[in-house]
């Protein structure tokens, strides 16, 4: 357990940070203290809130002489408890909110500058300001911060063709643990003085380092996308389509992603104002959208694509987007899955890839197998088949007592899907990060090579293990 900041740490805090940087209120630190699941609840000695990259260094020298946790939190809309201190009492929340400036914006060469606090959709609009957009979006775009987003390497519906936020940082800067400011903002091409701390640090979910700004790619605003519903009866045939897309479309297929119709189920009867594309039920969906420059010319290529497949049976049905009214509904059934699953109850959510080609095979083998060892136990897969990620949620038995059953099984129930996932040579993590849900199975399962690097590296940079303890390696 970290040790309690002293009187003094804390009066010294206060005085450096002012009343808007600083609070120790319980009640008015609650909604922070909580991550977004509900999942882990902690408590914190004090909420600081630096206004600026100087404040966030102060901080962390104050804290390191006397070895004080502090816990990095964004727009604490993580999904592994990432950002959420422990429930000791003695460890400090740092929220990046405050820092919400965008420094810069250079259209020229498609890069900007933006603060840790910056929310993702602000920082859509920003761009598309500047005929430019960034390429990276999710679900809780609209509380989802720019620190947040590259400590955790957070991934998205785009990944197929701009790849995560790693690929999309090109500079980072960044507080280390013993206070020392790491200035990597510039968006050099070439770099070779040995190890990327940039890329270390993208990922890193704060434990080497607090993140408080970026450089970022950005890319022309797509000014003609088309985007497709389609019906199909597997996975397989699923793959199938993204490889026949692939070939003949290419780098203007920006997102492909698959859902059962149980998800599609689930969305309509919780989520006010949707409805189902294609009027009949099918096993499966596809949501697939390309991006470019001439609409005729996408519209085209997706329609001749679309109606080969259609003629050789590889898929059953399909509605073309006619607008961007209709491209959003779309995303919006998409979109919605996360929060209609909650509606149905509880449920265990695993954010799992492997190898795109073996894919249907986990889809369609890991239910089987959950099913053998938990009886009645229900799997659904859904999200970014275009590259290897689905979001894998295991549901109660009908008829039982949920949160029971899984107080009871759930340990066992995730053990056996990340182990299916790395025997086909896959990750147990996705894209939400390690956080403090999945660090014991990480430990338990992941090549013990990689975990003897990881803790090498948090042990060389915060020897002291001041910065988000008990997170991602412990």
């Known amino acids: 357990?970290?040790?309690?900041?002293?009187?003094?740490?804390?009066?010294?805090?206060?005085?450096?940070?002012?009343?808007?940087?600083?609070?120790?209120?319980?009640?008015?630190?609650?909604?922070?203290?909580?991550?977004?699941?509900?999942?882990?609840?902690?408590?914190a000695a004090a909420m600081l809130s630096p206004g600026s990259t100087e404040e966030v260094a102060a901080v962390v020298r104050l804290c390191a002489a006397e070895q004080?946790?502090?816990?990095?939190?964004?727009?604490?809309?993580?999904?592994?408890?990432?950002?959420?201190?422990?429930?000791?009492?003695?460890?400090?929340?740092?929220?990046?909110?405050?820092?919400?400036?965008?420094?810069?914006?250079?259209?020229a060469a498609q890069v900007a500058v933006a603060e840790a606090g910056v929310i993702l959709e602000n920082f859509h609009h920003a761009a598309l300001a500047h005929g430019l957009r960034f390429p990276l979006t999710l679900g809780g775009k609209g509380s989802a911060t720019i620190g947040g987003l590259v400590s955790t390497n957070a991934g998205g519906t785009q990944v197929l063709r701009h790849g995560t936020m790693r690929a999309l940082v090109a500079g980072i800067e960044a507080v280390l643990p013993d206070g020392s400011i790491f200035d990597g903002l510039a968006p050099l091409k070439k770099d070779n003085r040995g190890y990327d701390l940039r890329h270390l640090l993208c990922g890193a979910e704060g434990t080497l380092g607090i993140v408080t700004a970026a450089t970022l790619h950005l890319v022309p605003a797509a000014i003609a996308h088309c985007t497709a519903w389609i019906a199909i009866d597997s996975p397989e045939q699923a793959l199938r389509l993204l490889r026949q897309l692939d070939a003949s479309i290419g780098r203007e297929l920006e997102g492909f992603e698959i859902i059962p119709h149980a998800c599609l189920d689930a969305v309509l009867r919780h989520i006010p104002q949707t409805r189902a594309p294609i009027a009949a039920p099918h096993p499966w969906y596809v949501l697939a959208e390309l991006a470019g420059d001439n609409q005729q010319e996408l519209s085209d290529a997706l329609e001749r694509q679309l109606a080969t497949a259609l003629n050789a049976g590889l898929i059953r049905d399909v509605v073309i987007a006619k607008n961007d009214r209709e491209s959003d509904d779309f995303w919006r059934l998409r979109d919605s899955i996360s929060e209609a699953e909650r509606a149905e109850g509880p449920a265990l959510q695993h954010d799992v890839s492997v190898p795109v080609d073996l894919m249907p095979t986990f889809i369609a083998d890991n239910p089987a197998r959950l099913a053998a060892a938990f009886p009645g136990a229900r799997a659904l897969s859904f999200g970014h088949l275009g590259d290897g990620n689905v979001h894998h949620h295991v549901q109660p038995p009908v008829g039982t007592d949920?949160?029971?059953?899984?107080?009871?099984?759930?340990?066992?129930?995730?053990?056996?899907?990340?182990?299916?996932?790395?025997?086909?040579?896959?990750?147990?993590?996705?894209?939400?990060?390690?956080?403090?849900?999945?660090?014991?199975?990480?430990?338990?399962?992941?090549?013990?090579?990689r975990l003897a690097a990881l803790r090498a590296i948090k042990a060389g940079l915060d020897p002291a293990g001041i910065l988000n303890p008990g997170k991602l390696i412990g």
Do not use: C, F
């Open 402 to 449: 949920g949160a029971a059953w899984l107080a009871k099984h759930g340990a066992g129930v995730s053990r056996l899907v990340y182990a299916h996932v790395i025997e086909l040579g896959g990750s147990l993590s996705a894209e939400h990060g390690i956080g403090q849900l999945k660090r014991d199975v990480m430990a338990e399962l992941d090549s013990p090579a």
């Open 68 to 107: 004080a946790a502090l816990v990095p939190q964004g727009g604490n809309s993580g999904m592994v408890g990432g950002a959420t201190p422990d429930p000791g009492g003695n460890q400090l929340l740092l929220s990046l909110r405050r820092m919400n400036r965008i420094r810069s914006i250079d259209a």
């Open 1 to 43: 357990m970290s040790p309690a900041p002293s009187p003094d740490l804390l009066a010294r805090l206060a005085a450096l940070l002012g009343p808007k940087g600083y609070m120790a209120d319980p009640d008015s630190m609650a909604p922070w203290l909580t991550d977004w699941r509900g999942k882990y609840t902690g408590r």
